[in-house]
């Protein structure tokens, strides 16, 4: 199985990257192509030593980071050019677990053999993955949704809670879409759906992407035992009010869901009621938990800011 490894990576985080290209190299995965999309200086040397060491890294430099959606496309673009049939996507510090490759060959053969069936791993570190241990629906979005808030989630959980007894997944599960992180696939999918919406910048672009392919009926499969670690636990945080995340990265994050979040609006009335319901309930709660009001406020306003851009159908920068 000839696979081209695609892995994004920014500022100073050669300390996790080194981690995943070792474990590719072990694995002998044809070529690794990095996409240095802002790296430091000393990152970027020591990636260019790696690369002058082995033959099977290539490298894409970026001088300044043009966010995950660019960056994804030009690796893309690298692999429809490349001998290797398929690609794997993986973020700087998505550590797949050893033996990886032999069980993407046998899903793949499982499957069909059919570049239709495309995989996405189990990041057993991150919160959502533990609880989707428990769930059948992973990455669903409900129709009418707001930023994945739909009230009807309110009713689903409680009857969840009392009336449906949990149990472990057993089996893989299709997905209505997947993160880029791991993500498997036949190249052919490239030659049906193109390439992912750059003017997302940042943010959602790896579900408006996967959601293009299960529209054109591909078939997006967690599969449990295709296991992936997060080194960086840090990335797993969501916090709007966290003073150490940058302001630009809340906008783009909040402006992209709301975007993304209008593909699935059936109904007008029901999408602003939720909308205005979460607004009422997230602001509420953290008047009285942010005690800088200054700070509170300009933050809102930037929320706002980026929902009125997501629901204006424009992706206007930041």
């Given at each position: ?165 949990k149990e472990k997944l057993k089996k893989d599960i299709l997905m209505q ?91 007008k009335i029901i999408y602003y009621s939720n909308m205005y319901i979460f ?40």
């Amino acid at each position: 199985m000839s696979i081209l490894g695609i892995i994004v990576t920014y500022g100073n985080r050669f300390i996790y990257l080194e981690q995943v290209i070792k474990r590719l190299l072990k694995e002998k995965i044809r070529t690794i192509l990095i996409i240095s999309n802002g790296a430091d200086k000393i990152s970027k040397n020591r990636i260019l030593d790696l690369r002058r060491n082995n033959k099977r890294i290539k490298l894409i430099i970026l001088e300044k980071n043009y966010g995950s959606a660019l960056a994804i496309k030009k690796g893309l673009k690298y692999a429809q050019k490349s001998n290797s049939k398929f690609i794997l996507l993986l973020d700087d510090d998505n550590l797949p677990r050893l033996g990886f490759k032999k069980i993407l060959e046998k899903k793949y053969q499982q499957y069909g053999n059919s570049y239709k069936n495309i995989f996405s791993p189990n990041r057993y570190k991150l919160k959502y993955y533990k609880n989707l241990q428990f769930k059948n629906k992973p990455f669903f979005f409900l129709n009418n949704n707001f930023i994945k808030f739909n009230f009807l989630q309110i009713i689903f959980y409680f009857i969840k809670k009392f009336f449906i007894q949990k149990e472990k997944l057993k089996k893989d599960i299709l997905m209505q879409v997947a993160p880029y992180g791991g993500l498997f696939f036949n190249k052919e999918v490239l030659k049906r759906l193109g390439y992912p919406k750059t003017n997302f910048f940042l943010y959602a672009d790896d579900f408006d992407f996967t959601l293009r392919m299960t529209k054109n009926n591909f078939n997006i499969y967690y599969s449990k035992d295709y296991l992936v670690e997060d080194l960086d636990p840090t990335l797993d945080e969501n916090n709007y009010f966290s003073k150490k995340i940058d302001e630009k990265k809340i906008f783009f994050q909040v402006r992209n869901h709301t975007y993304f979040s209008r593909n699935f609006i059936t109904n007008k009335i029901i999408y602003y009621s939720n909308m205005y319901i979460f607004l009422f309930y997230f602001i509420l709660r953290n008047f009285f938990i942010i005690t800088d009001k200054k700070f509170f406020f300009k933050r809102i306003y930037l929320i706002l800011k980026a929902i009125r851009s997501g629901n204006s159908k424009q992706l206007i920068s930041y």
